[in-house]
Structures are given as C-alpha cells and as structure tokens.
C-alpha cells in the first residue's frame, strides 16, 4: 500500500514536471507554429539563474523572478531579431532556433563553464501522506506547477489578450483586419512561453545537476509530449505529459534509464505512424 | 566538359598533392575531415534536395565506426574487411530506411517531426553506446583497433578516404541527376503535388534518407581504422549537430559544398578552438547567419561567382532531346464512379450529406452548385484527401474510402486543384518530365537517364496549344497565373488518367486564355478515352463544355441532366436565385 501510494505521488510528480516544462514548447509551436529548438534552452537558463542567486547567497525565492526576467529578455531578443521574420517560414524556425540553442548553449558553457553546478534543495525535509514520508519541495513543486496552469488557462480562455491570441491562431489575417496587432501578440505569446520554461528550469534546479547540456533533454520529452498528447489543447498535454512521464518512470525501474528513454521514443515513433495528430485531436 | 566537373578534377587534383606539399599531420587531419564531409554530402541530399532535416546523422556514422572497430580489433585480411565495409554500409542503411518510412509514412512537409526524432535517435545511441559496454566498451569506447590490411593509418589510409569521397561524390551526382534525384527535389518544392502525380512520397524520402545512412556508415567504417579508438562521443549529438552546421556554412544544395564547409571550418577549429574561447559562439553565429541570409552557403557563394565570370555551373549535365516514345499506360474501359450516401462532417458542420450519383461513360460532367455546396469536397472525397464518414464511394467497381492520395493516379485517376500547383523551383520541362513519368516510371529506372528522353504524342499536341510548355530551362515560378493554370492543366492530363478531375481549369484566367483553355479540354474529351469531371463557377465553360451536369447545394446533389434540363429545374432555379430549400 505504501510502496503504491509513493508510486502513486511519483507518477503525479514527474508528470506535472513534464506538463510545466512542455507548456511553453506547446505554446509557441502550438499557437504561433514555431518549433522552438532552443526550448530546451530557457529551461537551462532558468536552472543556471537559482545557480546564481545560490552563488548570490540571496534567498532562493529570489530564483524565480530572476529565472522570468533573465529568459523573457532572452525570448524577447530571440523574437524581435530572428523569429519575427520567419513566422511563415516554419522549417526555417527550426533551423534558426536549432542555432540559436547552440549559441546559447556555448554562451553559458564560456561564462560557467562545463563543470556540473548544484543547486542546494530549499526545502528539505518531508511531509507524511497517504501514510508516506514525502519530499515537501516535490510536494509544494505540484501545488504551484497547478496553479500556473489554472492561472494560464484562466488566461487564456477569459481575459482580452487571450481572446485576441485564439482569434490570431485561427485567422491570422481576419485578426489583423480588425485591429488586432499580430506582431505584438505573437511576440508576447512567444515571451510567455520561453518564460515558463524558464520557470520550470529555477524549480527544477534544486533537483538535477546543472550543466549547459540539460536543455536538450527537456526538449525532447516535451516533443515527445506533444506528438503523443497532440496540439491545441491543455487536456492532450496532460494526457500526453501522462503516458510519457509514467512510461519512463515504469520502465526506468524496472529496467534502466536507457530502456526507458527508448520506450518513451518508440511509443512517439508509432505515435507519429500511426496516429500522427495524436490522442487528444479535435477534428 | 561541363565547368562543374572541371572544377571537381582540380579540386581532386588538390586533395591528392596535399599531402605532398603539407606534412602528413595536416593530411591525417584532412582525412578525418573528408569523412565528416562524405557524411554532409548526405546530408545534403536530404537536407538540400529533399528538404526534410536530419538531426542525428552521427548515429550512421557511429553505427559504421563501431561495427568497423568491432572487426578490426581482431586481425583480419581484405576479404572480411570487405564485408565489415559493406555491413557498415548496410545497417545504417536499413535503420534509416525504417524509421524513415515509420516518420514519414503520415508526415507531409519537412515538418519538425522527422528533425526531432532523428536527434532523439542518436541520443538513444550515445545512451547505449555509453551503457551496453559488453559491445562497446562502454565510455572508454573500443581501443585497439587495428589499420586496414597494409594500409598505414597515417599514410595511405588517407588516399583510401579521398577514393570513397570520389566514390560517393560520383555515386551521389548520378543519384541526384537520375529520375530519383528529381522525384526528390519534387518532395522539397511541393510534396502534395507530387504524391496526386501518383507518388508516395513516404517512401521517396525514406529512400534518401537511407542513403545517406549508408553513406555515412561507410565514413565512419573508415573512421575506425583511421584513429585507432572509437567512443561513444562519435554518434552522440554533439558530433550530429556540427555536421548540420558544416553541411549549411558549405553549402547543402550541392556536393562540394558540405566537404568544403567541414575542411574550412575544421582547419580554422584546430587553430582557434584553444586559443580563442568564443570560437564556438562564433560557428553558432555563423549558422545563424547563413540560415537567415545565405540558405546556400559558401557553395552558393561559388555558383555565383563562377555565373559572374561567365561560366555556368550545371548540376545536371545536358538536357537530353526527347527521343523515345513512353511507355503506353493500361486503359480502363468501363468508367463508373459512383457516390452512395456519401456523408461526411467535421465539428459540427456538415459538409457532404448523403451525397448521391452515379456517373459513367466518356464525356464531360460539369459540377456546379454555390461557393459551400461541397463541390471541392467531394473531390477530396474521392482523391483519398478527406475521409469518408459513412457511405460508399467506388469507381469501377472498386471503392475508394480508403485510397490515399498518391495511389489515385495508378487507379487512373488524375486531379488539378484550384490553385495551380507546381513545381516553383524547378524548370518547366521538369515539371513535365514529373507528369510524363506517371504510372510509366518504373522502379529499375529510377537510377535510369532514359525517362528523361520519353516523349509523348499528348505532349506534343498540347505543344502546339500552350507553346510556351515546350521551353527547357525557364523556371515555372517565373510563369503568370494563366499560364500555371495551362502547365498544371498539361501535368495532369500528361498520365492519360481515365478520369480527369479539373476544379475551376479557367479561375484567373483571362478571355483569351479562357477560350484556349476550353478548345484545350473540349480536343482532349474528343481524342481521348477519358471521363472530365469539371467544377467550375463560369457558365460559359459550362455551356461550351458540358455532356451533362450535376448540381450541388449543401452537401447534396440536388439535379443532374443535360444543361436544358438543369436550366428549367425548380430546386435549381431557387437555390441560384438566393431562395432557401
């Protein structure tokens, strides 16, 4: 019972992690079309901005904001030189921001170097639930990784802005006929995406090593996510964040961390054979 | 002698002197860099014709060092290293091929799928080179491997790489000149066009990719030897990303251009890399830029330069004469299509509602109805490129719920889509060769220079028609919407389908080349044993076309008969003057 109960909370936590850090990746391709090769990236940012506030000696709270603001810039910097121009020009997205990726993973490793940074935890320590002893930081992890996704949603289907976000991905044009500045909101949606994973790299850093090379990872399981879960809908990311997580999480255990990273690239092999928009398609 | 090929022999010429003019360090180094170049030239027949990107070529490269090192870890005669070579080729080729066909089979464009699960491959094999390590030694890779049999790895093992770099480079040409290399450049410029020329394109791009598979398990057979040790660093993506980088700053539209780009960059890295930190800031920059700026790289700086002076670069060599009658294609002879209760919605809009006909014969069928009567849709319906939800479809008494699009054409049933689509960047006796070769190209003359010299008795009719199809070397891009309409007209009708499908033939067109277009169709129904359906909104093209017309009006089909008849139908009259049913 035990042993299920901390499998259960696993199995909760690192699908959450995998949803927080594919939802900006599901943004931007999403919404705006662009496969952001460099996601991975801002995720490595955000884990390298709690490495510096650590350095800092200031309080880890402090990561957070800092992680936002450090990718924003980057995100806006991106969109403004390079991705702007490309907005049609989807295989050309790719290639730039596959450049990009490289020129900000070969930026960081000159400023910090190659070397494995860590992060300290915050907040050791475990609290009991379902009868288990678990790791307070995973637990407080889920609670705000819900949250950002209730704000997001929120968002996104009430306020103006994402009003005029879903009236630009169905009809861009129509969009900008009646007043709606296009370049502006591509921009924002874009900076908000690139900014959650940012986010998710600041959380993330007390748990994994920080070196410029993590982003790569990150990138792969949130395609992964959204070839299985399929794109335009919080449910298919969920659901998608689901059966990666948990396939990987199984088949690690039982077997290794190689097994299941094959699993996981198998599973979104015949996903792309056999079903390529994937589960969660509304036609 | 075409300028290209000049232009290789010196560069061969150069290749073999250095080693005599530099010292055997530089020339060790330059082989390495070779390798990684014969692996760019796959690359860029993926990358630069096919236009689909491959992210994790060190995978096949790795796969070729390994298998290669397991061999000559042992000390073995030519006779083995023989098949070390041709396993080292083959696996990769076949890996290639079946996740190509896997990724490809339901993926149109050169979407970012196939990118991403090509790098995701090669970081699951860096994963298991790192960790199965009874095979691979694990991390510390395989060491001890011995040379080629009399072949001193830092001598003449160097003239070995630059005869597999000649090797690939001549075998790569002919396959880029070949009616594959065509087909392939196709995919790139407009994929779905090709696959309603009766193509799957799954399996061309599939093909191409596992080439260069092969192509790059045969450089790293020779990598093995050459440096003695293989690790798990030589498919891991670090290495894959650096070659999409040479392959770009070189060039990925030719043959010369990544091998350029390796040895350019290479010689500059082994200089820079320690001294200059940044240096690898700079290469990504670099990237950056030649995305954005200069998609050709430096091979395109070239092709300009040698236009500037005078000299034309031709990558396919002569355009050859059409000499040699096609092939004939097989005839249906009873012609039915038939719609029963075709039903199909998407949400919650209905856009086919039990549709009904039956149609059969030769002649005309002129499809009319108001914009939204689901005109476009049924011909999507029956062309595989929307599914059907309920009912049946069936021409000659075959059905076609689930034909896809590509296998329409060898059912004998040809499309041109509203829009003319084409081929923008290749020239229009391409684009005509494309359409020539339709269900007559057969797969041993894929490699084969005699599709490009077939003519046809229809070609040269449509000649005299639209004469400007018969020019050789002008772009089709740089052709007028009318005339893109007549070329696509030509591609379709080219195969001699049984049922032609033409959806408005004369929208964009101008009077004149109205009235071309309609003498073009009604010669073509008399000369040839074809079925027309023709949608179209012009009741002048009705009335000179039409044997019989159908009338469409949400979803349904709502008369069918002779113009007379359609002209003094109740339900028609109401609709067309705006009443509702």
Redesign the interface.
Same mark, same amino acid.
């Given at each position: 019972m035990e042993a299920f109960a901390t499998f259960l909370l696993n199995f909760v936590y690192v699908s959450a992690i995998l949803a927080l850090v594919a939802l900006g990746l599901a943004m931007v391709f999403g919404l705006l079309g662009v496969m952001n090769m460099a996601h991975g990236e801002f995720v490595m940012l955000g884990a390298y901005s709690a490495y510096v506030v650590q350095t800092a000696q200031i309080s880890f709270f402090w990561a957070i904001p800092l992680a936002i603001f450090v990718s924003a810039i980057f995100g806006f910097l991106i969109e403004w030189s390079v991705i702007r121009h490309l907005y049609n020009r989807a295989f050309d997205t790719l290639l730039a921001t596959w450049g990009l990726a490289i020129l900000i993973r070969k930026g960081v490793e000159v400023v910090f170097t190659r070397d494995y940074k860590s992060v300290n935890q915050v907040v050791p320590g475990t609290v009991e639930l379902f009868g288990v002893n678990y790791p307070a930081y995973r637990l407080i992890l889920i609670s705000i990784i819900i949250c950002i996704f209730v704000v997001l949603l929120l968002w996104y289907q009430r306020s103006k802005v994402g009003l005029r976000v879903r009236a630009m991905v169905q009809n861009p044009g129509l969009a900008a006929a009646i007043g709606i500045d296009i370049a502006i909101l591509s921009r924002v949606t874009f900076v908000i995406g690139v900014s959650t994973a940012g986010l998710a790299g600041a959380l993330l850093a007390p748990l994994v090593r920080v070196e410029p090379y993590i982003g790569l990872d990150y990138l792969l399981s949130s395609f992964f996510i959204l070839v299985v879960g399929g794109l335009g809908s919080i449910e298919g990311l969920l659901i998608g964040s689901t059966i990666i997580g948990g396939t990987d999480a199984v088949i690690s255990t039982i077997f290794d961390k190689t097994a299941g990273y094959m699993s996981v690239l198998i599973i979104s092999i015949l996903f792309l054979w056999l079903r390529p928009d994937g589960i969660f398609y509304r036609r | 002698m075409a300028f290209s090929i000049v232009v290789k022999l010196s560069l061969l010429s150069l290749l073999i002197a250095f080693p005599f003019v530099t010292n055997s360090y530089s020339a060790y180094q330059l082989g390495l860099y070779l390798l990684y170049g014969i692996v760019g030239q796959g690359i860029a027949l993926c990358w630069g014709k096919g /236009?689909f990107?491959p992210?994790g070529q060190a995978l096949f490269f790795g796969i070729g060092a390994y298998i290669s090192g397991l061999m000559l870890q042992n000390d073995v005669g030519w006779g083995l290293v023989i098949v070390t070579l041709s396993l080292s080729i083959v696996i990769p080729f076949l890996l290639a091929g079946v #996740?190509g066909v896997? #990724?490809f089979?339901?993926?149109i /464009?050169? /979407?970012?799928?196939f990118?991403?699960?090509t790098?995701?491959?090669a970081?699951?094999g860096f994963?298991?080179a790192n960790?199965q390590v009874w095979l691979t030694g694990g991390f510390n890779g395989l060491t001890g491997i011995n040379g080629l049999p009399n072949i001193d790895s830092f001598g003449s093992l160097y003239f070995v790489i630059v005869g597999a770099l000649v090797l690939t480079t001549i075998i790569l040409s002919k396959i880029m000149g070949s009616p594959f290399g065509l087909l392939l450049e196709a995919v790139r410029e407009n994929e779905e066009r090709l696959q309603f020329l009766g193509n799957n394109t799954s399996w061309i791009k599939a093909a191409a990719f596992a080439i260069s598979g092969g192509i790059a398990g045969l450089a790293g057979a020779f990598f093995a030897p050459h440096q003695g040790i293989v690790t798990p660093q030589v498919l891991g993506?670090i290495l894959s990303?650096e070659l999409?980088?040479w392959t770009?700053v070189g060039g990925r539209f030719g043959l010369l251009g990544p091998v350029i780009g390796v040895v350019l960059i290479g010689f500059l890295a082994s200089g820079l890399r320690d001294a200059f #930190?940044?240096w690898?800031?700079i290469v990504?920059?670099v990237?950056?830029l030649v #995305?954005?700026r200069l998609p050709g790289g430096i091979g395109a700086i070239g092709v300009h330069l040698s236009r500037k002076i005078g000299l034309n670069f031709h990558s396919y060599g002569e355009i050859s004469e059409r000499s040699r009658s096609v092939p004939e294609v097989d005839k249906i002879i009873t012609r039915e299509l038939k719609f029963e209760e075709v039903t199909i919605t998407?949400?919650s809009v209905v856009i086919l509602d039990k549709l009904s006909f039956k149609i059969e014969g030769l002649g005309i069928q002129c499809l009319i109805g108001p914009n939204g009567a689901g005109k476009t849709s049924a011909l999507n319906a029956l062309t595989g490129k929307l599914e059907v939800d309920s009912g049946e479809i069936s021409w000659c008494g075959g059905s076609l719920n689930n034909v896809r699009p590509f296998q329409t054409l060898s059912l004998g049933i040809g499309r041109k889509f509203q829009v003319p689509s084409i081929f923008p960047n290749l020239t229009i006796r391409q684009n005509i060769d494309l359409s020539l070769w339709v269900n007559r190209l057969k797969r041993n003359q894929l490699l084969s220079m005699v599709p490009y010299t077939w003519k046809s008795d229809l070609l040269e009719k449509l000649e005299e028609v639209f004469p400007f199809i018969s020019d050789k070397s002008l772009i089709a891009g740089s052709l007028s919407v009318g005339e893109r309409q007549m070329l696509d007209f030509t591609m379709t009708v080219l195969s001699e389908p049984s049922l032609v499908l033409l959806d408005e033939p004369c929208a964009g067109l101008s009077k004149a080349e109205t009235e071309t277009m309609i003498k073009a169709i009604a010669d073509l129904s008399k000369s040839s044993k074809s079925m027309f359906i023709i949608v179209e909104h012009d009741m002048q093209v009705v009335e000179l076309l039409s044997d019989n017309v159908l009338v469409m009006h949400q979803g349904k089909l709502i008369a069918q008969g002779s113009l007379a008849e359609i002209r003094s139908n109740k339900d028609v009259q109401r609709v067309y003057a705006g009443g509702t049913k």
């Open positions: - | /236009g990107l992210l #996740v896997l #990724v089979n339901r993926q /464009g050169s /979407g970012p799928y990118s991403l699960i790098l995701a491959l970081l699951v994963q298991l960790s993506f990303a999409v980088i770009a #930190v940044y690898e800031v990504a920059f990237f950056i #995305v954005l998407r949400g």
